[in-house]
Nanobody
Framework: QVHLVESGGGSVQAGGSVRLSCTAA????????MGWFRQAAGKEREGVAV????????YYDDSVKGRFTISRDGTKNTVYLQMNSLKPEDTAMYYC????????????????????WGQGTQVTVSS
């Protein structure tokens, strides 16, 4: 079982930057999808960005393309989400997610595919 440990987050003004990190403790071998989802108050959880290990491919929701960057340090089993040019609508609880790759396309950013979740970290962007 993989345990996800998140860090980062906080409060920032619009236009600012925040970096999140997530480490997959307990991961040993095999390809996986790992990334970030977010849930704003009163809304459903939505995909933000995902890294597909086997292809070293990255996928983004349209709302964050050009502003957010997901990256991975394979030696640490850690993914990072660098968030730039933040907007008030980016305010949400951000959750790290992990799954072993079993055929479902990582780029679908489908939360129902994931069975490992972090505890969440709040990002608040003020105008």
């Amino acid at each position: 079982q993989v345990h996800l440990v998140e860090s980062g987050g906080g409060s920032v003004q619009a236009g600012g930057s925040v970096r999140l990190s997530c480490t997959a403790a307990g991961y040993t071998y095999g390809s996986y999808c790992m990334g970030w989802f977010r849930q704003a108050a009163g809304k459903e959880r939505e995909g933000v960005a995902v890294f597909y290990a086997a292809a070293r491919a990255t996928y983004y929701d349209d709302s964050v393309k050009g502003r957010f960057t997901i990256s991975r340090d394979g030696t640490k089993n850690t993914v990072y989400l660098q968030m730039n040019s933040l907007k008030p609508e980016d305010t949400a609880m951000y959750y790290c997610a992990f799954r072993m790759y079993g055929g479902n396309f990582c780029g679908a950013l489908d939360r129902s595919d994931y069975n490992n979740w972090g505890q969440g970290t709040q990002v608040t962007v003020s105008s």
